[in-house]
């Protein structure tokens, strides 16, 4: 008796567990998001800030910031009896906030995996408010990068956002790297939310992102985050392998 209500309740917490493994999130492609949204049948949300959203959105999306110390609590008032669609700029923050509503009981939650700047690149239509003041800094336009990349250095260029945890993580090491290597290689910061026009042509689709060049030829490139060791070796590589001396 003891041993069929033991295996009776190991056979129950192996389908408990079964059924967790099931309720998950689903990470989906633009294409694939757009065919979801267009249904209409669910909550559309973008997760970045009020300045973000303001300067491009998807059409019927509501808005709430992942960095808001109400966001979870405004989060969780969503209802569980229809599907959630989240999407932020590269995919991270709405990753997050689908796995609040998941661990919380919703059962279907699909998550924009590349973000919105993945939207973007497809030309897919987004709304842009009336009045949005678009983050100029360290803004960098097609032209401007064709002549940053004529000059005799190597450039390193660092495609980063605002909003971007790991690229704000990071911007001290860039900023040392940039003061100890000037005299050999460029280093250049450029904002991706102020350069749409130049990430569109690049085809870059998430930050951070980093790339060194030497006459338009890519050298070295990495998509999300690095240390400075990783990038100083890069660095001497480069420089011994074209007899440059690292002499200050």
């Keep these: 008796m003891f041993r069929n209500t033991l ?6 917490l192996v389908f408990v567990s079964c059924e967790a493994q099931n309720t998950d999130v689903t990470h989906v492609n633009s294409p ?3 065919k979801l949204i267009n249904k209409q049948n669910g909550s559309l949300l973008d997760v970045r800030t009020t300045s973000e959203f303001s300067n491009g959105h998807i059409e019927g999306s509501g808005q709430l910031n992942y960095y808001a110390m109400d966001f979870r609590q405004k989060l969780l008032l969503l209802p569980k009896n229809q599907p959630v669609y989240l999407y932020c700029n590269t995919g991270w923050r709405s990753k997050r906030a689908a796995e609040i ?3 919380n009981g919703y059962t279907e939650v699909y998550n924009l995996e590349r973000g919105i700047m993945e939207w973007n690149l497809l030309d897919y239509p987004v709304i842009v ?6 983050d100029g800094e360290n803004k960098m336009e097609p032209d401007e990068y064709a002549a940053l990349l004529n000059s005799d250095k190597p450039v390193f260029i660092d495609f980063y956002a605002p909003w971007c945890a790991p690229c704000r993580q990071m911007m001290p090491m860039i900023d040392s ?6 005299e050999h290689i460029q280093i250049v910061k450029i904002n991706a939310d102020a350069s749409k026009k130049l990430v569109k042509a690049l085809k870059i689709a998430s930050v951070p992102y980093f790339v060194l060049l030497q006459n338009s030829e890519i050298i070295f490139s990495k998509e999300g985050l690095t240390d400075r060791n990783e990038l100083e070796n890069v ?14």
């Excluded at 295996?7 to 129950?12: I, P, T």
């Excluded at 790297?177 to 000037?182: D, G, N, P, Q, R």
């Design 7 to 12: 295996l009776a309740l190991l056979l129950m």
């Design 32 to 34: 694939d998001f757009r």
């Design 101 to 103: 509503l998941v661990s």
């Design 129 to 134: 408010e009336p009045g949005a003041l678009a």
């Design 177 to 182: 790297l940039a003061i100890e290597y000037h």
């Design 235 to 248: 660095f001497k590589s480069y420089m011994t392998n074209n007899n440059v001396s690292s002499e200050k």
